[in-house]
């Protein structure tokens, strides 16, 4: 993906169209990483996200509505409070590098209009938001970074803004990239260019080689060559303004992968847009909510590894402990026979061969006695260890109960940690793991109490069929949200959600049944692409599990339908 200099100049260029003269109606940061500004532009709403993410940096307008969290972010209250109702003067690349500068005039804390710069680094790894005043003074940074050796930089409030150091040549300076053209022997003249040049992706480099009609691996360089080539660079270094500026994205499987300024020759299959900010966006989107989804679960993934390898180690155990306990009622007959058979005994002895009765052929047994105790006294010894045994059997069995219990309930989790998307449903997961104990209860921050994630909501054929998104919506969409006469689903044989049909007064048909069973099938652990066993009865019939956890349940009467799995968006609310 060309994210480099050349893409994001163009860009720039592109949101200064949109929104300069714009005023800044509201501030927020729906990720840890990620500010969106509503911007009212030229009659128009538009929303600016801007992220800093080190795998996915991005600057573009976006339709997505993120939801914010409750309490804002110290960073966000910042930018809220010196570029709230502030109006765009400019939007503009600095240094030639990744760097896109938007310049806000805006009132400061006496309320005298100054111009703010809220810089957005887009470098990777070390990308980065940071508010400046009007002396190029940080006010504060999204990433604050005392003193990076690498950067040669201190980023924290009260530090001069300093760019970023550029190694290599900037597209502007002509003359050092004749030089280096002059100097160039072979291998590839694309790869020459990518690894001197400031802001030129692989892909681009090779698109600036294709347009300039000069092989790539040509040994020499004419001067007409070199002339082509500073050309090409200029052209695209200036692509925004020229008839080249196509913005589109490569299509791989249907889907936008990666955006370009314009088409680039390597591209087989792609799709136009009117705009580089459309590009973007539907190139990131998806990829973005994957990130996003990895990146807030991965604290409940881990949560769920550690937790399952914890019990599945202590339920070993006590298997363990269990098979050891299986000897105890030998050692109950060692203890009877010595009290049976005591006048044989003398104290010193350290073993006896007596008959066990309690075997029909009554073989002999020998029994190791301690020397130093009397027979009464080793009978007892005997007798304890029965007695310790018997306890041991006892409590390894409600544990081994407990814990298969615990990691069925576990297992029944996991399917929703992908699945989770909103923090809501990010917060009730959670919430699940607190409950037995594979996470620490975290306080709520804040008086307000986070909404509760709605359930998945499907209407076919006048009929509303809810599907819950985890096990705490599975527990209330089956003993609260649905009725004694409502239909139940859950599959047979896979862990997954539990589906509601809510009659009212309707009649339901084979049709309807089938549609949910297909749906309630999809939202399973089940593998899509073969058919699935589905059981429904009327919700009477479903009774909580005696170990109470959520969305755990018993029934006994029921039907089963056969289904392959379908997700049936278009008729989702």
Not at 108 to 128: H, P, Q
Not at 147 to 156: C, E, G, H, I, Q
Not at 306 to 313: E, I, L, M, Q, R
Request: glycine letters at 2%; one cysteine or more.
């Amino acid at each position: 993906m060309p994210n480099d200099y050349i893409t994001i100049k163009a860009l720039s260029k592109e949101l200064n169209c949109f929104l300069k003269g714009g005023k800044i109606d509201k501030v927020t940061m729906p990720e840890k990483d990620e500010v969106n500004l509503m911007i009212r532009a030229n009659n128009k709403n538009y929303t600016l996200a801007i992220s800093c993410n080190a795998s996915n940096p991005k600057i573009h307008l976006t339709h997505q509505k993120k939801i914010s969290p409750i309490v804002a972010p110290a960073f966000c209250m910042h930018l809220r409070k010196y570029l709230q109702n502030g109006n765009i003067t400019d939007i503009y690349t600095l240094n030639e590098d990744r760097i896109v500068v938007i310049e806000v005039l805006s009132k400061n804390e006496m309320r005298d209009t100054v111009s703010f710069k809220l810089i957005a680094e887009m470098m990777g790894r070390y990308s980065n938001i940071i508010m400046l005043n009007e002396k190029d003074i940080i006010t504060d940074a999204l990433k604050q970074v005392p003193f990076d050796v690498m950067t040669k930089r201190t980023l924290v409030p009260s530090a001069k803004y300093i760019v970023p150091e550029q190694p290599k040549i900037k597209l502007s300076e002509k003359d050092k990239i004749e030089a280096l053209l002059k100097d160039y022997s072979g291998n590839s003249l694309a790869a020459l260019l990518a690894n001197n040049i400031s802001g030129l992706a692989k892909s681009t480099a090779q698109e600036i080689v294709h347009v300039s009609n000069v092989d790539d691996n040509k040994q020499d360089l004419s001067k007409e060559d070199i002339d082509n080539i500073l050309n090409a660079l200029d052209t695209f270094n200036n692509i925004y303004d020229s008839p080249l500026y196509s913005p589109c994205a490569s299509i791989v499987n249907g889907t936008p992968q990666d955006f370009f300024v314009t088409k680039y020759a390597t591209l087989s299959e792609y799709r136009k847009y009117e705009t580089i900010n459309s590009a973007i966006e539907n190139c990131l989107i998806q990829k973005d909510d994957i990130m996003r989804q990895q990146e807030k679960t991965k604290y409940l993934q881990k949560a769920y590894n550690a937790f399952y390898s914890k019990c599945k180690k202590r339920l070993e155990k006590s298997n363990q402990r269990l098979a050891e306990a299986s000897s105890k009622d030998t050692y109950r007959i060692f203890g009877e026979l010595i009290l049976a058979n005591i006048y044989k005994i003398q104290k010193g002895d350290t073993k006896v061969t007596l008959q066990n009765y309690y075997e029909e052929s009554m073989p002999d047994v020998t029994i190791p006695l301690d020397e130093t105790l009397s027979p009464q006294q080793n009978a007892q010894n005997y007798f304890k260890k029965y007695i310790k045994l018997k306890h041991t059997e006892e409590v390894s069995l409600e544990q081994i109960k407990e814990l298969n219990d615990t990691m069925a309930y576990l297992e029944s989790i996991e399917p929703y940690i992908s699945r989770a998307k909103t923090p809501q449903e990010i917060l009730e997961l959670q919430r699940e793991f607190e409950n037995i104990g594979a996470l620490k209860a975290q306080r709520q921050k804040g008086n307000k109490k986070p909404p509760e994630a709605p359930p998945i909501h499907y209407l076919y054929k006048g009929f509303n069929i809810y599907v819950g998104k985890n096990n705490l919506q599975n527990d209330k969409l089956t003993f609260k949200v649905a009725n004694g006469g409502d239909i139940w689903m859950h599959t047979k044989a896979f862990h997954g959600s539990h589906t509601i049909i809510v009659l009212e007064t309707k009649e339901i048909n084979d049709d309807v049944i089938k549609f949910a069973a297909e749906v309630c099938a999809y939202y399973s652990d089940c593998d899509n692409s073969s058919k699935v066993e589905v059981d429904y009865t009327q919700r009477k019939n479903v009774k909580r599990h005696p170990n109470k956890n959520p969305g755990m349940v018993l029934y006994e009467v029921y039907k089963t339908a056969n289904v392959m799995p379908n997700e049936h968006k278009e008729y989702l609310k």
